[in-house]
């Protein structure tokens, strides 16, 4: 037979023991967490970061809250220019992007940054500007060359001047026109997206290139009309990818995983190619998943 002594301690020892347990179950180990951090979990955001024109068009919109509803999870949107968002990427300070910059995209897929790179859709870049085209650029088979005419008219260019993926495009159309702009009297930089930049122009009646989906979003508050477009190099290609979360330890992998898969998904796709019929008459977007990128615009 056991002492009220022996009892006493026994008990006491039991309770000790418990209380142990319960701090263990409290505190999982470190690499628990870092594990739970880096796959992500449903009540956590998904830090989106993506290109104006997503935004100023009007496609998120409907999009993300179909998305929120089917996989519980919660987009924060961040849309900046192209260059922005992969810079945010780069650092890990978002989950996934959507850009439109291939060429500086595959350098961060390459970098192993970018993970589940994805072709999503297509629009395309045209140059609009005055209906009176002080320029005569309209109907010119080339972007070069109606970028060239504008210089010498010594007529008004509204660049975003933001390291978009437009803007990346403008200059690389610069300089296959063989001329270096420079801010100016007459050519101007506005540092901001697609929508407002387009506001701007229309205000200083100039010219600019832009992506057609946010031209057709913003078109019934511009006198400014479309004046080239069609050439093959004036295509707008867009990706999704994830961030890598062995990369950077914060990064909501699943969430991001899950975005890309409904990015890519026959629904989503479908949704995107009838995109603005109902407003413009036209879809402001082509849906290409699947496809060979070099057979786009054939």
């Avoid at 993970?115 to 140059?127: A, E, K, P, R, S």
Wanted: charge should be neutral; include cysteine; glycine fraction near 10%.
């Amino acid at each position: 037979m056991f002492s009220k002594t022996k009892w006493l301690v026994l008990t006491v020892a039991f309770l000790i023991l418990l209380s142990l347990v319960g701090c263990a179950n409290k505190n999982p180990k470190p690499a628990e967490e870092e594990n739970k951090a880096a796959e992500g979990n449903k009540t956590a955001d998904i830090i989106l970061a993506t290109t104006t024109s997503t935004q100023d068009s009007g496609l998120l919109d409907v999009l993300i809250p179909e998305f929120e509803k089917q996989s519980g999870y919660k987009v924060k949107t961040i849309a900046v220019g192209t260059g922005a968002a992969l810079a945010m990427g780069e650092k890990g300070d978002a989950d996934v992007l959507l850009v439109h910059a291939p060429a500086d995209e595959k350098k961060l897929v390459d970098s192993g940054i970018g993970i589940n790179y994805q072709l999503v859709m297509h629009n395309d870049f045209i140059i609009i500007g005055p209906k009176d085209d002080p320029a005569k650029i309209s109907g010119l088979k080339t972007a070069s060359e109606a970028l060239k005419k504008i210089a010498e008219s010594g007529s008004m260019f509204i660049s975003r001047g933001d390291n978009s993926g437009t803007h990346k495009k403008e200059l690389r159309i610069w300089k296959s026109a063989g001329i270096t702009p420079k801010v100016g009297a007459t050519y101007q930089e506005t540092g901001q997206g697609m929508g407002q930049t387009l506001n701007i122009a229309e205000q200083k009646s100039g010219y600019t290139l832009t992506d057609r989906a946010t031209y057709l979003a913003q078109k019934k508050n511009l006198s400014l009309v479309i004046l080239v477009e069609g050439e093959k190099s004036l295509l707008n290609i867009y990706h999704v990818m994830q961030v890598n979360p062995e990369k950077f330890a914060n990064i909501n992998a699943r969430g991001a995983q899950a975005f890309v898969e409904f990015m890519v998904s026959p629904d989503t796709q479908k949704m995107i190619s009838t995109f603005g019929v109902d407003k413009y008459g036209q879809p402001l977007f082509t849906p290409d998943e699947g496809k060979n990128e070099a057979d786009l615009g054939k």
